[in-house]
């Protein structure tokens, strides 16, 4: 912006500092000095972002860290440098809490910017065009051009480096420069994004952003962002005090109706009675909170009977609460019951199940865990099944060293499959004394090998020696596709149970790291700082906890005492959501992904099958990060 823009209050005046193409003007973003880079240095930027592109060799000081952390991400999203290929949403949401209250600010900016080339852009928390103003004909031209317009996404894994997409990975104000963009249509723009939160649950909602030519970028231009953004802030603010002040009068109300246990809950608000804190065991909390959105999204007033992870069962009846734009979310009662006993406010929980080396108290862990524990303890036979690396073997091993410490314990890989290894199977079933046998990735034997394993288990599977072991099979695939021979070698397994992947509990990685930690070093120095804990709950870890393990791994070889900060992290760990999924969005996310997969990437195919609309199933593929190598570009 030659002549620039420079907030002051409520209003814009013209800056007296002219860009020179042969000096370097500097910016304060999150308290670093950004220098625009111009000349020679953009010259070195450009060089630079070649040398990333073809060997990953970048000569230190030349790029900004937060702009090398993007491109990598860049590069993990498998963004095409070459060109851009962005989803479009038909279906967008223009007159959303946050359109309303940006449009009057964006209007009051666009007119005090009429004669100025830059253009003032409102997205989402998707990174979704929702408004674009602009005075300058050329400039929107040029906008259009690189589909920088309202529908379109500009997230980091479509676009890679820019101020919008960069701004919501970073979850803090970006300004980029020319070649510091990862794709190489968007080196004649500039642009500073600055994110808009939620001024009360402090959720990121979505990115303003300026853009202008290259040659007219301005130091103040992050500023104004900002500026913009506070001020939306503040009008979503009265906003969101009506919408809760409706529900903490429901609320309440059905206090001093009901004196049992009540819970009111909105998008950005939790309330709870006495009896409520009393009576909820916390491990159950988010699982009666998860049923209870369900519920009350219908805008229905509805009974659920809700299964807990402590095994008690809530009765829960749901009270939408409404706003002047639809649910704002609602109040539940609950009461907890018992299979064998009528309604009762007191019923006792038993605490989970702690495991000595299965670590974790997530509620669908925890789940698995009682379940376990309750099978060994009837000598139930069991099959345990999950994804590579979630922990089978683990539980399975902590388990027994719960209940039965002092007994045999024989861990057998299928890997090592043999005449000598069928025959120590048959030895554990006949001298186990009361022990435990677990007969790993038994999945991934041959037709020949299963018959010989389920002819060798047959003779003992309905034995009732109080001495039997008890025996664990783990397989990584679920088996209800599978083969004559596989079905009769679990035939000899009564009972099933899937352990889940840790995206599904990812509320355990804060247990799970320090442990980890501590059994690398042997009890050394180290911790892991919050920052590098937000890097590590964002990850999707499709190799569980075995992944997570061997990313530890790779840091205490370097770092042997001190803090973990998101630096010491490996690559790996950078191709990150932007929030925390919960289990119930992490279960979704999947469910999406196999629906892509069986339709070959047919959106609308997935879509229908799933029960969800077309727009829907694109607006979660976006939330989620979802992106697999097949899925069709048109469908």
Not at 175 to 203: M, N, Q, T, W
Not at 362 to 367: C, E, F, I, Y
Not at 440 to 469: G, K, M, Q, W, Y
Not at 516 to 545: F, Q
Request: glycine share 8%.
């Amino acid at each position: 912006m030659a002549g620039g823009c420079i907030q002051e209050g409520n209003r814009l005046v013209q800056s007296t500092e002219h860009a020179n193409p042969r000096t370097q003007q500097s910016a304060e973003v999150d308290g670093e000095v950004v220098r625009v880079p111009v000349g020679a240095a953009a010259v070195r930027v450009a060089e630079a972002r070649s040398a990333f592109l073809t060997d990953d060799q970048v000569e230190p000081g030349v790029v900004r860290a937060p702009i090398l952390a993007s491109w990598t991400r860049s590069r993990n999203f498998q963004v095409p440098v070459d060109h851009l290929d962005l989803p479009y949403e038909t279906e967008f949401d223009v007159d959303s809490l946050l359109s309303r209250a940006a449009g009057p600010i964006l209007t009051e900016t666009a007119d005090q910017l009429a004669t100025e080339p830059v253009s003032v852009i409102l997205c989402d928390d998707e990174g979704v065009v929702l408004d674009r103003r602009s005075g300058d004909s050329k400039l929107n031209q040029g906008l259009d051009r690189i589909w920088l317009a309202p529908g379109f996404s500009y997230a980091e894994r479509y676009v890679g480096t820019n101020g919008i997409g960069t701004a919501l990975e970073g979850r803090g104000p970006a300004l980029v420069f020319g070649h510091e963009h990862y794709v190489e249509h968007l080196e004649d723009f500039a642009c500073a994004g600055a994110p808009i939160r939620h001024p009360v649950s402090g959720k990121l909602i979505g990115v303003i952003d300026l853009t202008c030519w290259r040659r007219e970028a301005n130091r103040m231009m992050v500023a104004v962002a900002t500026n913009i953004a506070r001020r939306i802030e503040e009008t979503l603010l009265e906003h969101s005090g009506r919408r809760e002040l409706s529900l903490l009068h429901d609320y309440l109300a059905a206090c001093q109706r009901n004196r049992g246990a009540v819970i009111a809950m909105g998008d950005d608000l939790l309330m709870m009675n006495d009896q409520a804190r009393q009576l909820v065991d916390p491990n159950d909390q988010s699982s009666l909170l998860s049923h209870g959105a369900e519920a009350l999204a219908t805008g229905r007033r509805r009974q659920l009977l809700v299964d807990l992870p402590s095994g008690a069962i809530a009765r829960v009846q749901t009270r939408p609460s409404w706003g002047e734009h639809g649910v704002t979310g609602g109040v539940l009662h609950v009461q907890l019951v018992s299979p064998e006993t009528a309604p009762t406010r007191s019923l006792a929980l038993p605490p989970p199940t702690s495991l000595p080396a299965a670590v974790g108290s997530g509620p669908l862990w925890t789940k698995c865990v009682q379940a376990v524990d309750r099978h060994l303890q009837a000598r139930e036979w069991l099959v345990l099944e999950g994804e590579p690396g979630s922990g089978k073997r683990t539980l399975a091993r902590a388990t027994h060293q719960l209940r039965n410490p002092a007994a045999h314990l024989r861990v057998m890989d299928a890997s090592d499959f043999g005449p000598r290894w069928l025959s120590d199977v048959g030895e554990e079933l006949e001298t186990g004394n009361g022990g435990t046998l677990v007969l790993c990735h038994v999945d991934s034997l041959p037709p020949d090998a299963l018959r010989a394993l389920a002819d060798t288990l047959e003779s003992h599977r309905e034995s009732t020696d109080p001495e039997r072991p008890w025996v664990v099979a783990t397989v990584d695939r679920p088996h209800t596709d599978a083969g004559a021979d596989m079905v009769e070698l679990l035939d000899s397994f009564p009972r099933t149970i899937e352990v889940p992947p840790l995206r599904h509990h990812i509320e355990d990685v804060a247990e799970l790291v320090p442990h980890l930690i501590a059994r690398l070093t042997r009890g050394a120095d180290l911790t892991c700082s919050p920052e590098a804990m937000r890097v590590l709950m964002r990850n999707r870890w499709p190799g569980n906890v075995e992944q997570l393990y061997q990313v530890l791994r790779k840091i205490v070889a370097r770092k042997r005492s001190g803090t973990i900060a998101p630096v010491d992290l490996p690559a790996e760990t950078r191709a990150t959501t932007r929030r925390v999924l919960t289990p119930l969005e992490a279960i979704e996310c999947d469910a999406i992904v196999d629906a892509l997969l069986d339709t070959d990437g047919n959106k609308a195919e997935a879509a229908r099958q799933l029960g969800m609309s077309r727009a829907t199933i694109y607006r979660k593929i976006r939330g989620y990060g979802i992106s697999l190598p097949q899925l069709a570009d048109s469908r």
